[in-house]
């Protein structure tokens, strides 16, 4: 019944030179994660699956041979978590596709499976189904500490022999016991026996339907090739027809078969002495995060405790990088030859470099909130908190996750939809999703109002910055929210609505995983939106630099006049000044801000705002990198900030300041609504699989965005 | 579709999970849906176990049940479909 050839193999192949693979699988929230980064460190990377948008992670891990003491490198893939064999969201599909297809490039040697010590029962419905596919299956009971903390002690040694596989306890969050799971992986080097099944599988499914899908299928177990069978007849029609009766009723038959047996496994090795105080503990806190003031008392506090953190934390490195970037960008002038070249460094990549680079320390900080938040266990609460609200505008939940974390960024805010089972759910939590106040639209927002509120004013306890900061945050949620109401009424499904969860139980964050994901997402960050962004700053550094020759040559030619005749320092200094403006008109970019000038004049925006807005449509933060590249190009011999400039900005024609108050409401309107992120697109495009909806989603926001600067632009001008 | 091996009649008098006051505690007895039971056995929902009804969300739904020492948030109106015994 069970496939011994594959014991054998594995056995040669730890004394060949290939690198062993192995899976790390387990329920949801059973620190799986927690335990991959424990054991690969930071030999790890993010990628995704070929096809979904499913985060692949992937390590390498170093361990020695316990008993040849040879040190051997190991392949380790961290699977999204899931509840059961039995698929159902596309995370549960791509752990299943890769356990059960031979030919997946990660199909594991070994399948790691982790499991929380202090919920053994259901964790190992998954663990006795891994089990019974009869592969070299390890069984980790993690979070040994806590089950030991709440009074419940297992046998490791009983278990292992119940279920027959090698099991080794640990604690991945305290870095307690990685060395002994590293043995294990060597627990097949020597000769171990494979297992049986662990429950009758005749009991489950008609016994001779079960053996001439073996046959056909020809998995590891018959198990295996009743799994793999089930999948194949969901997707084939014509399987279908005749497989499907026999499948009537199987799951719950097979998963009620499985706790049955659980149940007698628990009695045999598991000792349970007194109450959980986790769940105690987990419970009064409940009592408050729950509760139907205190509840949304918490969450609105949380909420502003992070955006004014954020403010305020960001600040200081922001300094110190602008600093570093004002002197680098100083000395290469004094250093080298004013050229072409020169030009190109400080002016294109310099200017473009440091306007990506200052952004680091607020999405790190934002990264690493979010990150806290879901660590801690209180994100499924906001969730269970927010679900009736969010029903009346027909989302779930759920919603409140994706929407959250499209504070920090709508790209993977948009990827995480993939939990929302609903069609029109989840299509409504996508389309809004990029309403919500991204760390891009941050850098544009503290510019912005760093010019209308120059000083730091306090209304009693708050800076004001950070109140407006707040304000601008919730406009987006409200906005988000009214357009969710609306779609409701326009999209229409058939499809049942679910809100299941599990509550995990609070725990204290890991600064371990909370700085691993925040440099995951600097990376991302500095390498996929620093690239659009440099190469944008390069093309916008030529743009301004360069025009259409017969009007530079005409300026070159009246200013070399006009220089030849001044003899002050400070004449000659207006003069240089003057000349630059008048360039930078006549460049290709003034010509393309001129051509767009009427439409957004309305808005109260002129022509270098319109170059800032055309460049933005890649990318939101890519405003201040153009007002940099745009200001930069006005004078040369002082080094003040592009806020400074912006803020002494004159409208030529009336000598009035260009950024007044109207204007800057009026453009953080724009860019709280508008859709300028290229990334974001052409993630809904893959996610919805169709271009009808990033496209409509474009259309929809920029109206909205234009609507919305011109009605406070009018009002306030 | 047939239900599952515990199939119920049901009958007026059976209790669901809905009508549970916070702080019960019963016992599930079985499922009248058949695409719920799958999801909420693998949560650790199983015929036979005790469940208890520890919070309600501010709003008066979804629930919040404790149940083989795991707290699970369910609608109320999927808990309509898991009777119970007490």
């Known amino acids: ?717 | 579709m047939v239900s599952l091996t515990f199939v119920r009649r049901m009958n007026g008098l059976t209790k669901t999970l809905a009508q549970l006051i916070k702080g019960e505690t019963a016992t599930i007895s079985s499922f009248s849906d058949d695409t719920l039971a799958l999801k909420l056995i693998e949560m650790g929902c199983i015929p036979g176990e005790k469940i208890t009804l520890q919070h309600v969300a501010p709003l008066g739904c979804p629930y919040a049940f404790e149940v083989n020492g795991t707290l699970v948030s369910i609608r109320k109106s999927e808990a309509q479909f898991v009777l119970i015994s007490q």
Request: aromatic share 10%.
């Open chain 1, 1 to 717: 019944m069970l496939n011994t050839n594959l014991f054998s193999t594995l056995q040669q192949n730890f004394s060949s030179k290939e690198q062993l693979k192995i899976a790390l699988i387990g329920n949801p929230n059973c620190g799986k994660s927690t335990l991959f980064n424990a054991l690969t460190g930071l030999h790890q990377k993010t990628g995704n699956y070929p096809g979904v948008t499913v985060d692949k992670k992937t390590g390498v891990c170093k361990a020695q041979n316990p008993v040849t003491k040879q040190m051997q490198w190991f392949r380790l893939i961290d699977l999204p978590g899931t509840y059961s064999l039995f698929p159902k969201s596309l995370d549960e599909q791509v752990s299943f596709g890769v356990l059960m297809d031979n030919k997946n490039v990660d199909y594991p040697d070994i399948i790691l499976i982790v499991v929380d010590a202090s919920n053994l029962k259901r964790h190992l419905l998954l663990a006795t189904q891994l089990i019974d596919l009869g592969r070299p299956c390890i069984l980790v009971l993690n979070m040994i500490d806590a089950a030991k903390a709440n009074g419940i002690e297992i046998d490791v040694n009983k278990l292992a022999e119940l279920v027959q596989v090698p099991v080794v306890s640990c604690d991945a969050r305290h870095q307690q016991g990685i060395e002994k799971v590293k043995d294990t992986f060597f627990a097949f080097a020597q000769n171990i026996q494979p297992q049986q099944g662990l429950i009758n599988i005749q009991a489950t499914v008609n016994k001779d339907y079960a053996e001439s899908v073996h046959k056909f299928v020809n998995q590891t177990s018959v198990y295996a090739s009743l799994l793999k069978q089930r999948s194949n007849i969901e997707k084939d029609e014509n399987l279908n027809i005749y497989n499907k009766k026999f499948f009537t009723g199987f799951e719950s038959r097979d998963m009620l078969f499985r706790f049955e047996k659980i149940k007698k496994i628990s009695l045999e090795c598991v000792n349970y002495s007194s109450v959980r105080t986790d769940l105690k503990a987990t419970d009064k806190l409940d009592r408050f995060t729950t509760h139907p003031f205190w509840g949304f008392v918490i969450f609105i506090a949380v909420l502003f405790l992070i955006f004014q953190s954020i403010f305020y934390l960001a600040e200081f490195p922001m300094q110190w990088i602008e600093i570093g970037f004002s002197f680098i960008t100083q000395k290469t002038r004094e250093l080298l030859p004013d050229n072409f070249f020169t030009s190109l460094l400080t002016n294109g990549i310099l200017a473009g470099l440091s306007g990506i680079v200052v952004f680091v320390p607020q999405i790190a900080l934002l990264f690493g909130f979010i990150g806290i938040l879901e660590d801690s266990g209180y994100m499924a609460r906001v969730s269970f908190i927010m679900d009736k609200l969010m029903r009346k505008v027909g989302l779930n939940g759920r919603s409140v996750i994706p929407l959250i974390s499209g504070m920090a960024c709508a790209v993977p805010a948009i990827m995480s939809t993939r939990t929302i089972s609903n069609k029109k759910e989840r299509l409504v939590t996508i389309l809004i999703t990029p309403l919500m106040s991204c760390s891009a639209r941050l850098p544009v927002y503290t510019l912005l109002i760093g010019i209308m509120i120059p000083s730091s004013y306090r209304l009693g306890f708050f800076d004001v910055k950070g109140l407006l900061l707040t304000a601008l945050y919730l406009l987006g949620i409200i906005v988000a929210i009214g357009v969710a109401a609306v779609l409701k009424y326009i999209l229409k499904t058939k499809e049942r609505s679910f809100f299941m969860m599990e509550l995990p139980v609070y725990r204290i964050p890991q600064a371990k995983t909370i700085l691993l994901t925040m440099l995951e997402k600097v990376k991302v960050f500095l390498l996929d939106a620093g690239k659009v962004i440099m190469v944008i700053s390069i093309i916008l550094w030529f743009l301004t630099s360069y025009g259409p020759k017969k009007e530079f040559a005409a300026i070159d030619k009246n200013y070399t006049e006009a220089f030849a005749k001044a003899n002050a320092d400070s004449v000659k200094q207006e003069l240089t000044t003057a000349m630059e403006t008048q360039k930078l008109q006549a460049s290709y970019a003034g010509h393309l801000g001129k051509i767009i000038e009427p439409v957004i004049k309305p808005l109260g925006f002129d022509w270098k705002i319109g170059i800032s807005l055309i460049t933005s449509i890649a990318a939101r933060e890519v405003f201040v990198g153009t007002m940099a590249t745009l200001y930069q190009s006005g004078d040369k011999e002082d080094n003040l900030s592009i806020r400074q400039k912006m803020m002494l900005e004159k409208n030529p024609s009336t000598g009035k300041l260009v950024y007044n108050f109207a204007v800057c409401l009026s453009l953080l309107m724009f860019y709280a609504f508008a859709m300028q992120c290229m990334s974001t697109l052409a993630v809904v495009k893959r996610e919805t699989n169709s271009y009808k909806w990033p496209i409509i989603q474009f259309v929809y926001m920029s109206a909205l965005a234009y609507v919305a600067s011109l009605l406070v632009y009018q009002i306030l001008k």
